[in-house]
T-cell receptor, first 115, second 115 residues
Framework: DADVTQTPRNRITKTGKRIMLECSQTKGHDRMYWYRQDPGLGLRLIYYSFDVKDINKGEISDGYSVSRQAQAKFSLSLESAIPNQTALYFC??????????????FGPGTRLLVL | EDKVVQSPLSLVVHEGDTVTLNCSYEVTNFRSLLWYKQEKKAPTFLFMLTSSGIEKKSGRLSSILDKKELFSILNITATQTGDSAVYLCAVESIVYGGSQGNLIFGKGTKLSVKP
């Protein structure tokens, strides 16, 4: 079984709708991240959480919000979706700094299309 | 074991100098190499490299990948004090038959640019 799961895997929605993307992990990691990936670009960080009570904005947080419901769950919300939020969204976890070198473990991604 | 090694670990230069940061890797199922700049808690995306020999440029920054020798360099010309940061190299690998991936970070190069 995969250690990092995302739901849904694909979603089509309309402009103005509220959308929630969910991420769950069984790795027991404290750190969780939400990234988006656009064609030709690398992973850009939206929000990250170092533990349940520590949530921080990444470089492109405008238009997004998050909720860390538990150590294992980190949800990303688009309050009012717009077409330029069409992208591939990845959730990731990390056990850094318990390990000396950070490795982030990614979910399979959620492909979101906003019409 | 997958690993990403950056050198030097730290570097002090004066404004106007040109610097070259190095990143070597040993990763199974390589997908891409990414460079990030980290000034606070979380990194901001600079470049994604997937093909050998193709230079990517953004202002005074440029980067290139050599997939045969398994390394990448990040160049910064005419450095400014605002370039002071930790520069992270990360390599994306494919696991679980492509359904998931890992992002393995190097330890970073701490660049200090003095006036």
């Amino acid at each position: 079984d995969a250690d990092v799961t995302q739901t849904p895997r694909n979603r089509i929605t309309k402009t103005g709708k509220r959308i929630m993307l969910e991420c769950s992990q069984t790795k027991g990691h404290d750190r969780m991240y939400w990234y988006r990936q656009d064609p030709g670009l690398g992973l850009r960080l939206i929000y990250y959480s170092f533990d349940v009570k520590d949530i921080n904005k990444g470089e492109i947080s405008d238009g997004y919000s998050v909720s860390r419901q538990a150590q294992a769950k980190f949800s990303l919300s688009l309050e009012s979706a717009i077409p330029n939020q069409t992208a591939l969204y990845f959730c990731a976890t990390s056990d850094f700094p318990r390990t000396s070198q950070e490795t982030q473990y990614f979910g399979p991604g959620t492909r979101l299309l906003v019409l | 074991e997958d690993k990403v090694v950056q050198s030097p670990l730290s570097l002090v230069v004066h404004e106007g100098d040109t610097v070259t940061l190095n990143c070597s890797y040993e990763v199974t199922n390589f997908r891409s190499l990414l460079w990030y700049k980290q000034e606070k808690k979380a990194p901001t995306f600079l470049f994604m490299l997937t093909s050998s020999g193709i230079e990517k440029k953004s202002g005074r920054l440029s980067s290139i990948l050599d997939k045969k020798e398994l390394f990448s360099i990040l160049n910064i010309t005419a450095t400014q004090t605002g370039d002071s940061a930790v520069y992270l190299c990360a390599v994306e690998s494919i696991v679980y038959g492509g359904s998931q991936g890992n992002l393995i970070f190097g330890k970073g190069t701490k660049l200090s640019v003095k006036p």
